[in-house]
């Protein structure tokens, strides 16, 4: 849960191994944010400073209940992290 107007922000690290990858964050809801980034071949991208974090406004969220999905892909698989929270 987080209280409305509450600043979030996520941390964390996308490795690609071997091609590039496309990472997509987006929280559903009554209001729905979506954002995108591009990780070349062999590289690690930080979260932190990636349009996955820097355009998914929590702050702005009327209350609710959300899905957040952050999801990696590329030619080699897919790794998908998906998160219910409330904003109160």
């Known amino acids: 849960?987080?209280?409305?107007?509450?600043?979030?922000?996520?941390r964390g690290?996308?490795?690609?191994?071997?091609?590039?990858?496309?990472?997509?964050?987006?929280?559903?809801?009554?209001?729905?944010?979506?954002a995108t980034d591009i990780i070349g071949a062999n590289s690690t991208g930080d979260i932190r400073y990636m349009n996955a974090n820097k355009q998914l406004l929590f702050n702005k969220l009327p209350k609710g209940t959300y899905t957040l999905t952050?999801?990696?892909v590329n030619s080699v698989g897919a790794n998908i992290f998906t998160?219910?929270?409330?904003?109160y």
């Open 1 to 10: 849960s987080i209280k409305k107007g509450s600043s979030v922000g996520l």
């Open 13 to 34: 690290s996308v490795v690609s191994n071997g091609t590039p990858t496309t990472v997509t964050s987006t929280i559903r809801g009554p209001k729905n944010y979506t």
């Open 70 to 72: 952050i999801s990696a």
């Open 83 to 87: 998160n219910t929270f409330t904003v």
